[in-house]
């Protein structure tokens, strides 16, 4: 994303989680930054023992800085030790020059709103 975050009021980062038998799904909201990576890495990571999947929807992920993006990938090495698959849907598209950037967009298991991978 860029190098300096949007000055938004309110852009605190949330959390919703909505599970289902087949997957979890976690909607994003705010600014995934170093202030809550670790936080974020943590309840996630805490989902995995309890899915088979997690959906990460990054529509309202206003920034990502590096440690944001390092979170996803310890959520996804920790899914990935316990056969739990990883998706990020609804990619803003500076996310996906984010991921393309780093190499990191064939890592995980992209698709759009209705289940069509993202290229």
Known sequence: MS??????????????????????LVICSGMLTSDVAAEFKQEVRALVPQTKRIVLDLNDVGFMDSSGLGAIIGVYVTAKKTNCGVQLINLSTKAQELLKMTNLMSVFESCSQFGARML
């Not at 190098?3 to 979890?24: D, M, Y």
Request: no cysteine.
């Open 3 to 24: 190098t300096n975050p949007p000055s938004v009021p309110g852009s605190r980062f949330k959390l919703r989680i909505r599970a289902t038998p087949e997957s979890t």
